[in-house]
């Protein structure tokens, strides 16, 4: 769908009106999401919690992580994004609380529980919790402010990669956030309940206003709202949303994700400089963001703008160009054709918007040379995952032709997995 906007420029615009399937719940959507099993991480929390407690949860919540296929840094640019949910998950054991009090306790990769100091919801404010109970703790915050003031008692456990730019503390954050609505009654695929847009919007105000972070939306939404078998295609303004088919295998193609264990955090600095930089152009511009730059305009605005801010509104102006081409290839089942858009977003990232690292480039790099159709690094930057379209019967190749170029640069071995479109968060059980 394409329209005029304010400006006198055209935009495209996800197509609300097309035939899509909702966001999935229940078990049925848990057992298609992993390849470890969702049901196996909802059963491992709830099995911790009984074991914790010495009573079973009342429900279990689950959330994937996410990638995002193209489309970065453009969110909290008002932009498109272009995001699928992973096959991996995190679940929240969870039973209610009459004292008021939030207790959370996390399963790690060791399988020893860690437990934080008890809390009741009424102290909690911004910087009274540190580490990675502030995730939660920003969840059950914002949800008092919005009327959901429930103790509860949290068992989490997952297997989305950690600082691997695939989003685990989102997923964490929005299933925490329909645990505490599911233990008070609230399921937002009924009427007149809050909507998942309207649930990532608090998930994001947490990150925003308690943890410390300024996070867009991308994430939050990918996970609460995406579907299997399809990508979302957000217009972040608006929060139009459209459901685009990408069946990678019917292609005889797949999305191989290179974990490059380079750790990626959106605490660093590089994150915020980048987004007050955003900000500050469009303060220049005298618009609202910098997607109200168009591509036409795009000389003009650069020529304005001082010297050190022009790179990030070229990369922000040319990778929602860059979504929208996307879009309009898959909307007609064409995904071979987008593995030089992806190509030319890594190129972008990395010289214009300058949030590579030599893991990524390396990861991007050799998967282009061993015949991948595109590759791009995925997250914020700075470390994390990369992606490469490649064909179905070349990913073993690819891989090992991967892990031979970080183990002759001396680099930890990257992780490697397919990912395939899958459900988005919801109550397991």
Same mark, same amino acid.
């Given at each position: 769908m394409t329209t005029t906007n304010e400006r006198g420029g055209t935009e495209a615009r996800p197509n609300a009106d097309a035939s899509t399937p909702a966001p999935q719940d229940g078990p049925a959507a848990a057992s298609a999401a992993a390849p470890t099993g969702a049901p196996s991480i909802a059963d491992h929390a709830a099995a911790e919690f009984s074991a914790l407690h010495g009573r079973p949860p009342a429900g279990v919540w689950s959330a994937p992580g996410r990638v995002n296929l193209i489309g970065e840094h453009t969110d909290y640019n008002d932009g498109f994004v272009l995001p699928f949910a992973l096959p991996y998950r995190?679940? !929240?054991?969870?039973?209610?609380?009459?004292?008021? !009090?939030?207790?959370?306790?996390?399963?790690?990769?060791?399988?020893?529980?860690?437990?934080?100091? %008890?809390?009741?919801?009424?102290?909690?404010?911004?910087?009274?919790?540190?580490?990675?109970?502030?995730?939660?703790?920003? !969840?059950?915050?914002?949800?008092?402010?919005?009327?959901?003031?429930?103790?509860?008692?949290? !068992?989490?456990?997952?297997?989305? %990669?950690?600082?691997a730019g695939l989003s685990s503390s989102h997923a964490l954050q929005c299933a925490t956030a329909l645990a505490l609505l599911g233990l008070a009654g609230v399921d937002p695929d009924e009427p007149d309940a809050p909507s998942r847009a309207t649930i990532a919007r608090w998930v994001q105000r947490s990150e925003n206003d308690f943890v410390g972070v300024p996070t867009g939306l991308l994430d939050q939404t990918a996970s609460l709202s995406c579907v299997q078998d399809r990508v979302l295609f957000l217009d972040v303004r608006s929060g139009e949303m459209e459901q685009v088919p990408f069946d990678t295998s019917s292609a005889g193609l797949a999305v191989l994700v290179i974990d490059t264990k380079a750790k990626h955090s959106h605490n660093d600095s590089g994150y915020r400089e980048r987004r007050a930089g955003c900000e500050r152009a469009a303060a220049l511009l005298g618009i609202p963001a910098l997607r109200d730059v168009t591509e036409s305009g795009l000389g003009d605005a650069l020529a304005s703008l001082p010297e050190e801010l022009r790179p990030l509104v070229r990369h922000v102006v040319t990778e929602n160009t860059r979504v929208v081409r996307t879009v309009e290839h898959l909307r007609v089942g064409r995904i071979a054709d987008i593995g030089d858009l992806l190509t030319a977003s890594h190129t972008s990232m990395r010289d214009d918007y300058r949030i590579s690292c030599l893991e990524l480039d390396l990861a991007v790099d050799t998967a282009l040379d061993a015949g991948a159709l595109g590759a791009r690094m995925t997250g914020g930057g700075f470390g994390g995952s990369a992606i490469a379209l490649v064909a179905s019967d070349a990913v073993a190749s690819i891989g090992e032709r991967v892990k031979a170029a970080f183990a002759a640069r001396g680099l930890t071995a990257p992780g490697l997995f397919t990912a395939v479109p899958s459900p988005g968060a919801g109550r397991d059980s």
């Open positions: 995190i679940a !929240v054991a969870a039973a209610p609380r009459s004292d008021g !009090v939030f207790a959370v306790t996390t399963v790690g990769d060791d399988g020893r529980p860690q437990q934080a100091e %008890p809390v009741r919801i009424a102290d909690l404010s911004p910087g009274s919790i540190g580490g990675w109970a502030a995730y939660p703790s920003g !969840v059950a915050w914002v949800l008092r402010a919005e009327g959901f003031s429930g103790g509860a008692d949290l !068992v989490i456990a997952g297997d989305v %990669p950690a600082g």
